[in-house]
């Protein structure tokens, strides 16, 4: 069964950094455009972070709030996508998904929390 299942989050002080990991089940998702989407408690789930590849070249585009604190990479070699958020804000704090862009509702997955928090 094709899933996204993702890693990386934790409890981190403000300023701070980590690195979200997403590992795909297979090659299919090589094929796809891929980002980073959060959902805080009351709040909308928002895309922060998409990528995709064109003739061997990777794009990137961040939504404002994130945009200079978080970067987007996949390695299609290993069937993961990462999110690299530095500078971290208390606003940042969010479960953190990974899917298609534009997002397929069958690859929610889980997600991981991250809270940031003095």
């Known amino acids: 069964q094709v899933q996204l299942v993702e890693s990386g989050g934790g409890l981190v002080q403000p300023g701070g950094s980590l690195r979200l990991s997403c590992a795909t089940s297979g090659s299919i998702f090589s094929l796809y455009d891929m980002g980073w989407y959060r959902q805080a408690p009351g709040k909308q789930r928002e895309l922060v972070a998409s990528?995709?590849?064109?003739?061997?070249?990777?794009?990137?585009d961040y939504a404002d709030s994130v945009k200079g604190r978080f970067a987007i990479s996949r390695d299609i070699a290993k069937n993961m996508v990462y999110l690299q958020m530095n500078s971290l804000k208390p606003e940042d704090t969010a479960v953190y998904y990974c899917?298609?862009?534009?997002?397929?509702?069958?690859?929610w997955g889980q997600g991981t929390q991250v809270t940031v928090s003095s």
């Open positions: 899917n298609r862009d534009p997002p397929s509702a069958q690859y």
């Open positions: 990528i995709k590849v064109r003739d061997r070249t990777y794009y990137a």
